[in-house]
């Protein structure tokens, strides 16, 4: 009897010591531990994705839905590059569950669509902390808040991402579908540096609408286009953040930074925006404030401390 209690014994901690070892544990911000598979899982600005779903778009590309495949194709030819198969939810890692999403203010237009939606922020000094964290800071479009939505974005990032990045901050621009992400080139920015993220219609015919995401002033190569995707109607301005451990200080020194001159068209005339914040963990010190709903001239201001 005890030689098979130790045996059972045994094999439980043999067990134990394989799923530990296949299995990564990290501490949130909320306080929540979250499970990573391995070395595998890539961080985007809509969580930990495989990195096999994580594609660079070079200059002189663009994605495109076909047929309801999502591809990719040589801008000048039409050539297709890669054709990453069809439109298709695939459950992320469970990292993903609250998206990192810890401030934002977020807006549904209706009617008419969005033609183009820009946002001015100036580029925060360095965390104290230069630990193993991640921010992103955007203002972007989505075509609803569901799994199978997507998101066009021009992204402040600080921090590693599949993008690269480091202890410095960096932009690019992103869109990320329910089973793919992709990004730009990576472009070094300073601190004090102006930031002007724009998305804007491009094209639209019936129910497909093509947009692309840039910072203004910013070289093509850091741009994407998509084209003949859904309407996205959702607006947000959005604190991100990954494996920030003390916020005090591995945020930026900065009290907050303002999303400011805010403007979202429909057409040739100014929405009538009416922002809704929120915040992951209720009372704590990262939040959105709503300054003003004006277009042009809106402000949402994020607050790190």
Not at 90 to 109: D, L, S, V
Not at 129 to 150: A, I, K, V
Request: aromatic content about 10%; proline content about 5%; some cysteine.
């Amino acid at each position: 009897m005890n030689t098979i209690t130790l045996r059972q014994w045994a094999l439980a901690a043999l067990f134990l010591l394989v799923f530990a070892a296949c299995r990564k544990e990290s501490t949130t911000q909320s306080g929540l531990k979250t499970t990573t598979s391995s070395s595998d899982l890539v961080l985007t600005p809509a969580g930990y994705m495989p990195s096999s779903n994580v594609h660079f778009v070079a200059p002189g590309n663009h994605l495109v839905v076909s047929n309801g495949r999502l591809q990719q194709l040589e801008t000048r030819t039409g050539k297709m590059i890669r054709d990453f198969g069809e439109v298709t939810v695939t459950p992320r890692h469970k990292t993903t569950e609250a998206q990192g999403w810890i401030a934002y203010a977020w807006w549904t237009n209706t009617g008419s669509a969005i033609t183009r939606f820009t946002t001015t922020w100036i580029v925060p000094s360095a965390p104290t902390e230069e630990g193993g964290q991640t921010l992103f800071l955007f203002n972007g479009m989505q075509d609803g808040t569901t799994h199978s939505s997507y998101i066009i974005q021009p992204v402040l990032q600080w921090g590693p991402s599949a993008a690269g990045g480091g202890k410095f901050w960096a932009v690019t621009n992103w869109y990320v579908s329910g089973r793919h992400a992709f990004f730009g080139s990576l472009i070094n920015v300073s601190p004090g540096a102006t930031l002007i993220g724009v998305m804007s219609e491009t094209a639209a015919s019936g129910k497909k609408y093509s947009y692309n995401s840039s910072f203004k002033g910013y070289p093509a190569s850091s741009a994407l286009q998509v084209d003949s995707v859904p309407q996205a109607f959702w607006a947000a301005e959005t604190l991100e953040s990954y494996n920030v451990t003390m916020p005090a200080t591995m945020y930026p020194p900065n009290a907050g930074l303002s999303m400011h001159d805010i403007q979202i068209l429909k057409g040739a005339a100014n929405a009538s925006i009416s922002w809704n914040p929120a915040q992951a963990v209720s009372g704590s010190a990262q939040r959105a404030v709503v300054i003003s709903n004006a277009s042009p001239g809106g402000q949402v201001d994020i607050f790190f401390r």
